[in-house]
């Protein structure tokens, strides 16, 4: 594959990146996407800063490649986190969560490049203007906290591409080198990969996650919790017992209540698959099997590089 935008701005061989993900990308995740050829990223949202750190070491140790962290900007200890990160090197970062004006510049000054990820036009624009490298457009397919517009990855990502000059990276129903190649062709220079990648060897997802993953079928998932922050879930115990709250027409205070703290990690970390929260999207119901991260990198590359080779032929030539 030739380089474009995206392996030039991470100086990387494959434009597939693996997302970061809470309880699931640490640093066995990331170093082996990022040995595999595409960008691999720590999830630092789920760890006390002195846990990131580690998981930057080993990554360090375990690849000579590039790979980033992602950094949600709701973190309580995101000052920690930056520190660290500045500290210790780290090349690339994704804020997301956030306003991207908050960090970009000190990111910037340390020498890091910085992504920051939106699922609307208008934050593109704020994120381009903010002096970003790049941007991540997540569609509302999307596993884990999303947008209020409910704009999808295929209405998303033209929209955006149309608009701004920097990279696009497109998010959000995306398991297949079909779908990776779909959505650059609709305007986006790489794509990034969050649910495809729960399910692979590395991931720190807890086995019954995992395998809940592989069961959940099309319409399995519901974007919920817009009063709160909207998340899209598997809907297990937990997510029916947030639909009856809402059939008694519970308001944001109870809603925090049903949710508490800590069920993304006790579904998602420790396996309980009743009470826990449980983030995957819509791409779930074409995810058969648990493999190692390598296979999934160089699977969706192979698939990309014949549907490149399908086109050429006649098949869309009409
Ligand atoms: C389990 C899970 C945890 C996630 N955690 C984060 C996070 O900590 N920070 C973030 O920016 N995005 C997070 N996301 C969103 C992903 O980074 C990514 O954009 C999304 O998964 C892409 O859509 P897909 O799941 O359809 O591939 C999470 C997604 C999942 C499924």
Redesign the pocket.
């Known amino acids: 594959m030739t380089e474009n935008r995206i392996t030039t701005l991470f100086n990387i061989k494959y434009p597939l990146i693996q997302?970061?993900?809470?309880?699931?990308s640490g640093w066995e995740l990331a170093s082996a996407v990022s040995n595999a050829g595409g960008l691999g990223i720590i999830?630092s949202?789920?760890m006390y800063p002195d846990v990131l750190r580690l998981h930057i070491e080993k990554c360090k140790k375990a690849t000579d490649q590039p790979f980033a962290v992602?950094l949600?900007m709701l973190y309580p200890s995101i000052e920690e986190h930056i520190a660290t990160i500045i500290e210790l090197k780290v090349p690339i970062v994704?804020t997301?969560?956030g306003n991207p004006k908050t960090w970009t510049s000190k990111l910037k000054e340390a020498g890091i490049t910085v992504v920051h990820?939106v699922s609307s036009l208008k934050f593109a624009l704020k994120s381009q203007d903010a002096g970003v490298d790049a941007v991540?457009v997540?569609g509302f397919?999307?596993?884990?906290?999303n947008g209020i517009d409910e704009t999808t990855t295929l209405t998303l990502v033209p929209a955006v591409a149309e608009k701004i000059d920097i990279p696009v990276i497109a998010?959000?129903?995306?398991?297949s080198g079909k779908a990776m190649l779909a959505t650059m062709i609709l305007g986006a220079d790489g794509v990034?990969?969050?649910?495809?990648f729960?399910t692979s060897v590395e991931s720190s997802a807890h086995i019954n996650f995992k395998n809940r993953v592989v069961e959940t079928g099309d319409g399995g998932t519901r974007l919920t919790l817009k009063e709160l922050t909207p998340v899209r879930l598997i809907q297990n115990e937990f997510y029916q017992k947030v639909q009856a709250a809402y059939a008694e027409g519970a308001d944001k205070e109870k809603l925090a209540d049903i949710l508490g703290r800590g069920r993304a990690k006790k579904g998602?970390f420790e396996g309980d698959m009743i009470e826990g929260e449980l983030?995957?999207?819509?791409?779930a119901s074409t995810i058969h099997e648990i493999k190692p991260a390598a296979e999934i990198v160089a699977e969706m590359m192979q698939e990309f590089n014949a549907a490149v080779e399908e086109i050429k032929r006649d098949k869309f030539n009409f």
């Open positions: 997302a970061g993900m809470i309880w699931c999830g949202g789920s992602n949600p994704f997301s969560a990820v991540v997540e397919e999307a596993g884990g906290h998010a959000g129903g995306i398991g990034q990969v969050g649910s495809r729960i998602m983030e995957v999207g819509q791409v």
